[in-house]
């Protein structure tokens, strides 16, 4: 996802999800590879088309960031990330709580507060709850344990694992 280029002539790279994308001449949102068959997975692909240059401007705070995740900073300097709320709307906020009481959406229900395409280099689909801790950790909070409402959506979904820190 990063690059958003193929190499291969009439190729468009096209997002499957928000862990992978991959470079198709054509994409079916009823698509399964192998892995999803092996996994049970029947979500399909997500076939948004993802441009060089989306990359180059940034997502404003009350536009949908699904599929530019690239955040501008807030007015103060603050960095924001993509959360996902729900389905079909993801925002750029500097925190999410996922019970809804956040300043910028008061009562507008649960957000999911995972965040939209997070990045590490070796993160693919088949990531555990513990590497997705750590990659939102090293890109959001120093390495270390961050401060409520920035990984929350990977510390909740954590279940009965123990990550090493």
């Not at 993802?50 to 401007?57: D, F, M, Q, S």
């Not at 693919?124 to 709850?129: F, Y």
């Not at 270390?144 to 909740?156: A, F, L, S, W």
């Amino acid at each position: 996802m990063e690059t958003r280029c193929c190499a291969d002539e009439g190729f468009k790279c096209y997002m499957k999800n928000q862990y992978f994308s991959n470079c198709n001449a054509t994409c079916n949102t009823d698509h399964q590879d192998d892995y999803d068959k092996s996994q049970n997975i029947t979500a399909g692909w997500n076939c948004t088309e993802l441009k060089v240059e989306e990359t180059t401007k940034c997502a404003k705070d009350t536009e949908d960031c699904s599929t530019n995740t690239n955040c501008c900073d807030g007015a103060d300097g603050t960095k924001m990330i993509c959360f996902i709320k729900a389905d079909g709307w993801s925002n750029c906020n500097p925190t999410c709580n996922t019970t809804g009481e956040n300043s910028y959406d008061k009562g507008g229900g649960p957000w999911s507060c995972e965040h939209h395409e997070l990045k590490c280099a070796d993160l693919n689909e088949s990531a555990t709850p513990c590497d997705l801790l750590k990659c939102c950790q090293e890109n959001h909070c120093d390495g270390k344990r961050c401060t409520e409402g920035v990984c929350t959506y990977y510390e909740d979904h954590l279940g009965d694992a123990s990550c090493s820190q």
